[in-house]
């Protein structure tokens, strides 16, 4: 059984990213974890009386959201979870935990790094767990998988198990696997990606670009029509974990389809 978890707080993005885990996973048995977090800590008596509010508020709004969605999926297994907190912390933990196979969430699209300096939870949580993490754009209708695209780097990753994530849902979907290495040159590191994943028989792509990773990315992707793209963070050294992350965070909000960030 794949167990999600699916952050949400009623938005039409959270919405959205629950209805695509739905999608993605539905050929399989299924435990979601639907999980809203309001307030923070205070001993305030006006918060509390405030976090109160918030509190039947959010029951409320999480059994309508319930309702419908057992209606639509008797299959699925719900667990909701309300919880007093902070977000990216207590969403990165459960997906530390070990409990969950993957966590999706939806992000606004916001432009570049402007969002994770002003707090983007999505980007907060992807650079602080070491769960698997689908990141879907708003607005985007789910689309049968028939291609993905692991984009890599000079040296992809050092553990092979890291795109376990990914040949998951590559096997569930009978997905076409293409490894995309965006260069300058051709580089023979990403036989890394390769042999990682043979048993999906990958295709390789080349696309030597303008140095603007993320640009040269988009630009791929707008013409590729990929369901879903797949990167990695290496924790390598402090200058590959700052070039890497600002790549990775950046793209987390400007990708035309979901991604699938792993953690190396």
């Known amino acids: 059984m794949n ?7 009623f938005s039409d993005a959270s919405s959205n990213a629950l209805l695509y885990a739905l999608h993605l996973f539905e050929s399989s048995p299924l435990e979601v974890t639907l999980l809203h977090i309001y307030g923070t800590k205070s001993t305030a008596l006006l918060m509390k009386n405030i976090d109160d509010v918030l509190e039947m508020d959010s029951e409320r709004r999480m059994d309508e959201l319930l309702e419908h969605v057992q209606k639509d999926y008797p299959d699925v297994v719900f667990k909701p979870k309300i919880t007093k ?5 207590s969403i990165a933990a459960l997906g530390d935990s070990g409990h ?3 966590i999706v969430m939806g992000t606004k699209g916001a432009s570049g790094l402007k969002e994770v300096f002003m707090g983007s939870v999505a980007g907060g949580v992807v650079s602080k767990t070491s769960a698997p993490v689908i990141v879907v754009p708003a607005g985007h209708t789910f689309r049968s998988l028939q291609r993905i695209v692991l984009a890599v780097s000079d040296d992809p990753f050092s553990d092979p198990n890291v795109v376990e994530p990914l040949r998951k849902i590559a096997l569930m979907h009978q997905s076409e696997v293409k490894v995309l290495h965006i260069a300058d040159r051709k580089t023979p590191q ?3 990606a390769l042999t990682a ?3 999906l028989n990958p295709s390789v792509d080349y696309a030597f670009g303008t140095g603007d990773t993320n640009r040269d990315l988009n630009d791929y992707l707008m013409t590729d029509f990929s369901g879903l793209v797949c990167l990695i963070r ?9 070039l890497n992350e600002s790549v990775t965070l950046k793209q987390t909000f400007n990708s035309p389809v979901p991604l699938l960030i ?3």
């Open 100 to 102: 969950y196979d993957y």
């Open 262 to 264: 792993l953690h190396d």
């Open 234 to 242: 290496t924790k390598k050294g402090f200058m590959d974990r700052l």
């Open 85 to 89: 907190s902070y977000a990216v912390s």
């Open 190 to 192: 990403i036989e890394k």
């Open 3 to 9: 167990k999600i978890l699916v952050p949400v707080d």
């Open 197 to 199: 994943i043979d048993d």
